[in-house]
């Protein structure tokens, strides 16, 4: 499906009509078990998906499918509580749609968080893992068909998906907290099933640290109308045919609430030392 910017306004328009004069700078994608932070923003309006023009729902486990808007760690946030995936039967531009929306309303910067499947050998899982590149190479891109100039150029460089500098506040920021913090590269599969032992092979080979179903799309849309943009991983579980064990989705959210208080600490530090 292709939007419009016309609606991409639309949608932007009736978030302003519920949260008045408020200009969030930072917008965050929480994933799979990893939603709660939206439940500490501070005097938080919450927006539905379903009462925003053109948005769709969220149907993962684990995901509330709301906006959250409000100050977090001293900063204006916009939270998203749960995100959209292609394997809900949506497009890749559907997945990212959110993402120019808020850029609309004034978010300079994206956070995003996933649990992922541990792809490397020498990580464990419950790991965190700072999210250094990305590899996105099944089915089309969320910049497919007319591009839009009002948010960025028919081909955009692909350099530093992931903001240099954002990246040098979470080191510091986990150096502060005495927090292991990991860095690699995610590496996105369009799921829903978990990927077979020899695509995590592939995966290896491919100098992937970490894999999973989500976040690539969202990233290049925000890279593409000039967002910076810092990423996470929590490792929730190693992937297929490390362990003589089946993946299943609760390991997923049992991960998320054990890992609950390092991963939200540190990006509540990250928020606080961002300029």
Known sequence: MEFTFAQYQESADAIRARIGSFTPRIAMILGSGLGYLGDEVEDAVAVPYGEIPHFRASTAPGHKGQLVFGTLAGQRVAVMQGRMHHYEGYSYEEVSYAVRVLRLLGCCVLVVTNAAGCVNLGWKAGDLMLIADQVKIFMESPLRGPNLPEFGPRFPDSSHLYTPALQAVARQAAQALDIPLREGVYMYFPGPQYETPAE????????????????????????HCGMQVLGFTLLSNMAAGILPQPLTEQEVLDAGAAARDKFSR??????????
């Open 200 to 223: 995590i092979r592939f995966a290896r080979t491919a100098g992937a640290d970490a894999v999973g179903m989500s976040t690539a799309p969202e990233v290049i849309a925000a890279a």
């Open 266 to 275: 540190l990006v509540l530090e990250c928020l606080r030392r961002m300029d």
